[in-house]
Structure formats: structure tokens, C-alpha cells
């Protein structure tokens, strides 16, 4: 498993990342292009029940919290996903 294949490493830090892009046309030559991060780090116990993936070993320091503990409300608040959509829509509003 990745989790303990990072165990060799000091340097736990990670994040996830989203990219999102609108392309208005089948040959549109600049398409929009909106990204999201959060950055957290990873522990080697998983912690939480709520999430996939990695969430239970991708904890959040200003939550004190990996992503798995945190409740939908707070996950949909901070996700990378949505700091994607939040760009893409700015951008889409620039745009028109």
C-alpha cells in the first residue's frame, strides 16, 4: 500500500488538486482553466469514516482533523473541488 511505501520519507506533506476546464467549442483555442489545492499532510493511521481514498490519512492542520472526520458541510466548504468551481465560475464571469 502507498501509505506504508511513504513510511522511508520525513517529508509527509501532500495535496490534492483539481483542475477544471470549459472548452466552448470543439476547436476552441483558448479554453478556461480553473484549478484547486488544499494541502494537508499524511499520517500512517487512518482516522474517520467519512470520505474515500486517501481521506482517512490526509489530515488537515487547521482542522486538527483528517478529511475522513470532517462533516460534509466542512468538507464541501474546503474541498479542492469546489476552490476549482469557485475559479471556474470567476473565470466564466470574466469571460462573458
Not at 483555442?29 to 481521506?55: S, W
Amino acid at each position: 500500500m502507498l501509505i506504508n511505501k511513504l513510511n522511508q520519507y520525513s517529508d509527509k506533506s501532500a495535496f490534492y488538486y483539481c483542475v477544471l476546464v470549459l472548452i466552448k467549442s470543439y476547436n476552441d483555442p483558448r479554453p478556461l482553466v480553473a484549478d484547486g489545492t488544499i494541502h494537508g499532510t499524511i499520517v500512517n493511521e487512518p482516522k474517520g469514516n467519512n470520505g474515500f481514498g486517501y481521506d482517512p490519512h490526509f489530515y488537515l492542520t487547521n482542522f486538527n482533523k483528517t478529511v475522513a472526520e470532517l462533516t460534509d458541510y466542512e468538507k464541501n466548504q474546503i474541498s479542492h473541488r469546489r476552490i476549482a468551481t469557485n475559479n471556474l465560475i470567476t473565470k466564466i464571469q470574466e469571460y462573458l
